[in-house]
T-cell receptor
Framework: IAGITQAPTSQILAAGRRMTLRCTQD?????LYWYRQDLGLGLRLIHY???????GKGEVPDGYSVSRANTDDFPLTLASAVPSQTSVYFC????????????FGNGTRLTVT | GQNIDQPTEMTATEGAIVQINCTYQ??????LFWYQQHAGEAPTFLSY????GLEEKGRFSSFLSRSKGYSYLLLKELQMKDSASYLC??????????FGAGTTVTVRA
């Protein structure tokens, strides 16, 4: 089934540890996004990429980094996790601008202790 | 930046109609989206408006007024499975999509 695959599904991480959340798409969409979702705050954009080789900062980029070496993979790295990064993380893709909606992966639930 | 407001919660009876309002202030506008999100699941796309007016898709309709920075999602003939969060999102002048905090709709028998 075409779509976005995120891994892991959930993770408990000690503060100060490094963690990479994986995102892989098979729809060949140009744009990929990372959002975090917190109760009462909704979905907030962390980083995005409009095409392979380019990335941009979203609303809440601090503490996170991304890379886009190819079309299909868009990993999100937490260099040194802190408890405030406890959240549900969604990777999403779209064909581009205009009417093209975001297609979301199933999310990664991350708890930083 | 974006400022997107929608009510936190709404409750309605099975078979009834519910209207979820969304107001926005954005630095650019390239369309407004509505998403549905069931608890513990990913958001799924419902509708898209870029021009003023009403877009109808079965039991769901979405309206946009760009001059007022206003949209609503209308859910008709409510079913129990419609209990979910509904997210209003605005695409700004480039690729980015900003979301409101979401409206939790509870459908009661």
């Amino acid at each position: 089934i075409a779509g976005i695959t995120q891994a892991p599904t959930s993770q408990i991480l000690a503060a100060g540890r490094r963690m990479t959340l994986r995102c892989t798409q098979d729809m060949r969409h140009n744009a990929l996004y990372w959002y975090r979702q917190d109760l009462g705050l909704g979905l907030r954009l962390i980083h995005y990429s409009t095409t392979a080789g380019t990335t941009g900062k979203g609303e809440v980029p601090d503490g996170y980094s991304v890379s886009r070496a190819n079309t299909d993979d868009f990993p999100l790295t937490l260099a040194s996790a802190v408890p405030s990064q406890t959240s549900v993380y969604f990777c999403a893709s779209s064909e581009g601008q205009g009417a093209s909606p975001l297609h979301f992966g199933n999310g990664t639930r991350l708890t930083v202790t | 930046g974006q400022n997107i407001d929608q009510p936190t919660e709404m409750t309605a009876t099975e078979g009834a109609i519910v209207q979820i309002n969304c107001t926005y202030q954005t630095s650019g506008f390239n369309g407004l989206f509505w998403y549905q999100q069931h608890a513990g699941e990913a958001p799924t796309f419902l509708s898209y408006n870029v021009l003023d007016g009403l877009e109808e898709k079965g039991r769901f309709s979405s309206f946009l007024s760009r001059s007022k920075g206003y949209s609503y999602l209308l859910l008709k003939e409510l079913q129990m499975k419609d209990s979910a969060s509904y997210l209003c999102a605005v695409r700004d002048s480039d690729y980015k999509l900003s979301f409101g905090a979401g409206t939790t709709v509870t459908v009661r028998a």
